[in-house]
């Protein structure tokens, strides 16, 4: 579920850092994953990878700078083991994420559009598609939704 977030991740990075998308004012990801030593993983067993034109990339490189939430792009996690009940945990989780992190911070930069990108198993996507449903019609907001499923 990773590769095609992290290309994406990269891919939004270098446009703004190469100035071809100035006009991007906040991406922020949220990653779910089972533990600590996946996030270990992924951060400290990839390669830096360096771009054509020599700038890092956002994942690995550069997600742990200035991870700020007012920071252009702004990563966070989620830990999902050992949880009793992880979709309801995920629900909450996420409703709070896509409500406070990206809906309330779009309507006060004045915008009408979320942008959600999800990848990973049916009820991930499922609870990222209905939550985004909820929130548009509470919030008056399209949260534009790109779902892949990945079964893991």
Avoid at 35 to 62: C, K, T, W
Avoid at 97 to 103: K, P
Avoid at 116 to 128: A, E, F, R, T, Y
Wanted: charged share 25%; aromatic share 10%.
């Amino acid at each position: 579920f990773l590769p095609p977030m992290r290309s994406i991740a990269n891919w939004l990075y270098t446009e703004h850092h190469e100035g071809y998308r100035p006009d991007i004012k906040n991406v922020h990801f949220v990653w779910s994953v089972r533990d600590r030593e996946l996030i270990q993983a992924l951060v400290e067993g990839m390669e830096l990878q360096l771009e054509a034109n020599n700038h890092e990339s956002y994942f690995p490189a550069r997600i742990q700078d200035a991870n700020e939430s007012t920071s252009t792009f702004y990563s966070e996690f989620y830990l999902t083991k050992g949880e009793k009940d992880v979709e309801a945990l995920l629900d909450h989780q996420l409703s709070n994420c896509l409500r406070g992190a990206m809906g309330e911070k779009a309507k006060t930069a004045g915008n009408t559009r979320v942008a959600v990108l999800v990848c990973g198993p049916k009820p991930l996507v499922d609870g990222v598609v209905t939550t985004s449903m909820t929130l548009s019609k509470e919030m008056n907001l399209h949260f534009d939704v790109h779902t892949e499923l990945f079964d893991f």
